[in-house]
């Protein structure tokens, strides 16, 4: 077996990955003969250098900068997808923390609202911010979950790597929002950067496995101010690419019972299957994060935004979804001083559309392709 | 601006909700209308057959079990018993024998005492000192039985009638003598003593039987009155109510009281053997009960012929009453009787014997049944009219015949004004239902030209259905009136075409509704296949067609709500509703007072 040494950690390692900070690691024959005191010296300058270059706002999630819990690929799941494998056993939800509470909850009977998006997209936020705007313009008060990271001026900040957080709306229904962390290891671009050859497997969808049978809703958000270049004709092109994976991946999820052949890669087998399968039978909202910097785009409604800018992702949803709408938000707007929260805006309406439509329960409803929502 | 934050389509979507739940209901009850209707009398019968329909008579079946529930309490009661006769006339004293001249007028003069007491005490005096005077055992009697003193009227009657041989001298002879007349003092006198006892009985536990006195009257006035009545028309409203004067009266009565008739005697041996135990010999029973054949015989004399038949086969079980039916039937064979008290103790004898546990089928044939209930209309018609009762039995005679008209079936329009009078004899709590009967008698008759006559143009529709004045009764009287309108129009379907009684039977299963169908009905359509009644049951029931309007209503909602929803969704995604969130922001910012 090859040997690996983390840098930042100072420690040897069997993965290619550090699982305990996330950053690359080097064979342990790159290694230099270095004394050990050239070694700390080495440690230290990339630990200075790694501070000295904050490439996100502080409230960052990125696996490489920050420790990281253990990373979803390294969780040991014999799931009963895989032929072959022992059925007895679903994935224990062993070391993502929170998922076992929330686990619980839908044991109660609760339904889940997913949120999916990159790593700072603002998922937290929009859910935070539906609660904050139900308490002031409706008069519905909700506690805010509690989660680890500290929170100032009601900014929440990031979801902390290798966690789940969510947030009660009512008696039924809870916002799963998992950390940013968990999407980025189904990117087949983030794969391909952090060097891993092997597919994804069915562990790397433990954290939503259960939400998906017990679904309510599907919140997809899009961080408009995060492009690939602007003067590209698909500048959103890394974070279309990604939701279209995450929508089918939710999608077979839903639906495929059968056991994959163990032959067949995961992708491999989402990628067979999933056409064979319904579409997502709740509702998708697609919220474009940070509205209140997209001045310009605001000028037009969202769902021409998503034709012409976006055909990739609107492709996904019309291939994936029944039921889809795209509308802007924000929460919070950017200063001087950082981020501040304000009235979250676009959070409200768009949610009730999601979650509060109360002819949902009508029969045979078209998609929202047929009804003006395509091409 | 509102506090809330509503989606920009909420009030289009509430007129859009509001107006599918208007379209549907109006298309389910436009639905329902016209299904409806299309079967209805209206316009599924033709106006000809509406009005054969409205011309037909209600015979009243069901409305008659409802109608004696009004008065199974309270209204029926015992036999009526026909008083004693008037006191003799001042007259008498002429006409008896010298000797017995001033006792007479002495007795006579009691009599005419204004107090009871004092007038029985003198006249028991009087009797005392001429024992065997049947005249003064007579007004001591009459005296005692008009104060209510049964026991001592039947203890004066009888010892009188035991010292004396007179009596029975004269019912003797009656029976053979020419010369003898009702009007004989003597006669009168044999006459009203035996009644008086007769009565001073029957209105007592007395122990013994009144029917001796009283067949021995009957014995003396039958060869009596058949020589009076030689010569006279029979049929004649006075035939057969032959007046006994008391002795020394005329025919039309004394000491303010009607003179004592041939029916009073009938009467009160009909009162006595219905309450007896009388058993004859086998030469009685030949003698009672034989008959002469008849080409017509009349519906009672074909029920007495039959339950005597019957009683011989069962040991002459009930013979007292089947006397009693043998005496009804000899009066009602001459005539009706004009006498209101017989006819209706003629009318309960009636009841009696045609009872289901003593008149089983075999005996009592639907044809006799409805012959007898014909003459039994007529019996308490006649009451009504004459309703000759003393002042004292007017309440009882009310109500009698108040509780007879209920489970009768004749025009009630025709006395009307009888019931009327009849009415105040009742107390206040009893009128209504007298009242009620009439109502009911006249709401049956209107009822068919109220369900089925076919509308003039111009004429404006009776909003006050007929029944609609027996107020807390009329929903259960209206119901069993259903059921009575629909087997007579059962029966006039059954004579249609197929295609018109078809639409007839669904016409009368669906103003029936979930009343009680009626066998005619039933039978009718026992004719018909399985499915083809189901057909019928079903398209002729009203809950069908709400059930199905209901269905068709809810359908078409859910129709246009999806169209609803699919508008409302293809106008929401045009709608940036992060645009509407922000302008309401905008204005909280404006008018800050309002967030």
Redesign the interface.
Known sequence: MAQYQCESCNEPRDAPICPKCGADTKLRGDLPNASLEQLVERVSRNAAAAEAAPAQPPRGDDTRSRPSAIRPELVSVDSPRVAGADPVAPAAPAGIVGLDEFHALLDRGTKAVILCGASYSGKSEIASGYIRANSAYRGRAQNLTLRASLRSDYVLGATNPGEVWFQVIDNKRAFLDPSGEFYKWLSREERQRLGLTDDVTEANFQFVQRAVSALAGIIVVVDLTSTVDRRQQQPWRRQEEDLKFVLSALRWLRWDKEARPEAIGVSTNIAQRVSTLPRIDKRVLVLFSKADQLARLTNQTPLELARKRLPTLHGALMTHASRFRYDFCNTMVKTAQGDQAVDPCGVLLPMDWLLDDPLRWLPLQLPTSWIGGGR | MS???R?PDRVWTISGFAATVLLAVLSAWGFYSCQVSKRGIDRALSAGAREELAALAVPARKTAEVEREWVAEGFAGEYLVAPVGPLPCPAVANAVAPSDQPVVREALAAGAQPDPDVRIEQLAALSDAAPGNLLIVQLLGTALADSGRYPEAERVLTQGLDRTVEDETIIRAARVSADLDLDDVAVSTVIHVHHALGVARLSQSSAEPPWVSLKNVIGCVKPLSRRRLLGTTRGQPAWSRLLIAAPGCSSTGGAGKPSLSSYDLFNNLVVGYMRGTFAGTDRDRDREFARPQKNYPGPLHKLLLAQVARARANNWQNEAQLWALSNVEQVIDWRLPDDARLALNAVKVIDYWTNSERCPADVCTAELLTDVRGLRDELIEQAFRRRNVSDEQKGAFAREATGMLASSSLDRSRIADSASAIREWLPASERRTLDDLITAGAARAALPRWLFAPQEEGEAEPKVPPHAKLGSRADRWHAAAMTDVAAVAADWAAQRPPREQRAALVAIRQFLGATEAPPQLIQLEQKRSFFDRLRLRLTASKLFWTTLSILLGAVVW?ML??V???VR??R???????????EY?AGIDRDPGT?
Do not use: A, I
């Not at chain 2, 929401?572 to 922000?582: I, K």
């Open positions: 506090r809330n934050l989606s859910l709500l999806w609803l929803v699919h969704e293809w929401l995604l045009r709608v940036s509703l992060y645009n509407v969130e922000h922001l967030h």
